[in-house]
Every structure is written in structure tokens, then in C-alpha cells.
């Protein structure tokens, strides 16, 4: 049972423009969630992370955004250029700051120039 | 400075072989996460490791897998025996703390025929 959701296996995207990712989940207790990247053949790193506290968090390119009432979570990429083609992790956990995530499938997110 | 080491970066075996996975982590850190990564499942948690000692290893499927981390510098997964539907890419992540961003080796492809 996925407690953490992409339904979307795939996203291309013309250079230039936004890049909206998006995120599911299901359990109530979540209250910190991050996005990872992972380029091919390399693992995921740290993107953004965001504290329930919070509906946005910003750096740079990055914003994400947090739905509580709608277990929603997007990462917008502002402008999307083709360094940014990877796949992005979605994770969700139940206290802040612990060290058990709960991953999502990734998405793939092309960005064509 | 040398990120997470995990070796080998791909493994092809056949069913019913032992498979070992190895891991060294970002020198200073005293936390170790072993993690699989799958289409239908994404990224999970298998096993952490805190200061050498397992403490959480609700991740781990089956009793086919083990884990053991001998000391701060290294640690191993193993398989035994392998089954066809443990192909996956297995990751190793270390942290300072367990609370602390958690950095990602480049992850063993492991397929079983």
C-alpha cells in the first residue's frame, strides 16, 4: 500500500517553461516531506524539503508547495532548463527531522531544449 | 572529498546464488541506510544502521537478507539465496545523525536470472 503517490510516470517539458511535479499521500501523521533528485547512474540527492508548518518553501529555481487539507504536495521548476531532465523523488515522514522516509516512484521529467 | 562508495556497480547472478552488496560510508558519519529501488515500489527503507549497531530493520523482506555493518567504514548486504524478484538497484546513504540529510552512493544494479 503506497502511503506516498506519483501518478505520474513521466513529464516533458519545453525549456523556458514551468515544470510542475506532483505528489500524493495518504497518511495523516506526515509532517515533513522532501524531493530528491537522481540523475542516471548516480543516486538521489537532496533537492527541497518543506515542514507541514509551512504551504511553501523557495530556493531559487525550486518552490514547494504543501496542501495539507488535500494530502497534496507539488515541486514547481521555474524556468526548467535540460540540466534539470531526472527523475524526482517524492518522501513524506512522520516526525520531523527523522530518518524514516517513506519514497514515492519518481517521476521522469524531460526538459527539451 | 569522496562521496558513498558501493561496489559492485552492477551484479548479474543466477537464482539460488549468494549475492553481496558492499558499502563505505561518507567518512564521520554514524548513520548507514540501505535502501531498494523498484518501478512499483520506488525507493524503500530496507535497514539503519546507527554507530555500527542495526536498529531498525522492519524493511528487511525476508529472512533471505542480511546486513551487517563490522565497523564505521564498512558495511554489506547480502542475499542468499537470490531469487529473480530481488533484481532491483540497491542504495547505500550515510548521515551525520540519524536526523541529518542523508547522502546517496550511486547505487548496485542487481539482476537475477
Known amino acids: 500500500d503506497q502511503q506516498v503517490k506519483q501518478n505520474s510516470p513521466s513529464l516533458s517539458v519545453q525549456e523556458g517553461r514551468i515544470s510542475i511535479l506532483n505528489c500524493d499521500y495518504t497518511n495523516s501523521m506526515f509532517d515533513y516531506f522532501l524531493w530528491y533528485k537522481k540523475y542516471p547512474a548516480e543516486g538521489p540527492t537532496f533537492l527541497i524539503s518543506i515542514s507541514s508548518i509551512k504551504d511553501k518553501n523557495e530556493d531559487g529555481r525550486f518552490t514547494v508547495f504543501l496542501n495539507k487539507s488535500a494530502k497534496h504536495l507539488s515541486l514547481h521548476i521555474v524556468p526548467s532548463q535540460p540540466g534539470d531532465s531526472a527523475v524526482y523523488f517524492c518522501a513524506a515522514s512522520a516526525a520531523s527531522g527523522t530518518y524514516k522516509y517513506i519514497f514515492g516512484t519518481g517521476t521522469r521529467l524531460k526538459v527539451l531544449a | 572529498d569522496a562521496g558513498v562508495i558501493q561496489s559492485p556497480r552492477h551484479e548479474v547472478t543466477e537464482m539460488g546464488q549468494e549475492v553481496t552488496l558492499r558499502c563505505k560510508p561518507i567518512?564521520?558519519?554514524?548513520?548507514l541506510f540501505w535502501y531498494r529501488q523498484t518501478m512499483m515500489r520506488g525507493l524503500e527503507l530496507l535497514i539503519y544502521f546507527n554507530n555500527n549497531v542495526p536498529i531498525d530493520d522492519s524493511g528487511m523482506p525476508e529472512d533471505r537478507f542480511s546486513a551487517k555493518m563490522p565497523n564505521a567504514s564498512f558495511s554489506t548486504l547480502k542475499i542468499q539465496p537470490s531469487e529473480p524478484r530481488d533484481s532491483a538497484v540497491y542504495f547505500c546513504?550515510?548521515?551525520?545523525?540519524?536526523?541529518?540529510?542523508?547522502?546517496f552512493g550511486p547505487g548496485t544494479r542487481l539482476t537475477v536470472l
Open positions: 567518512s564521520g558519519h554514524n548513520s
Open positions: 546513504a550515510s548521515s551525520l545523525g540519524a536526523k541529518d540529510e542523508q547522502f
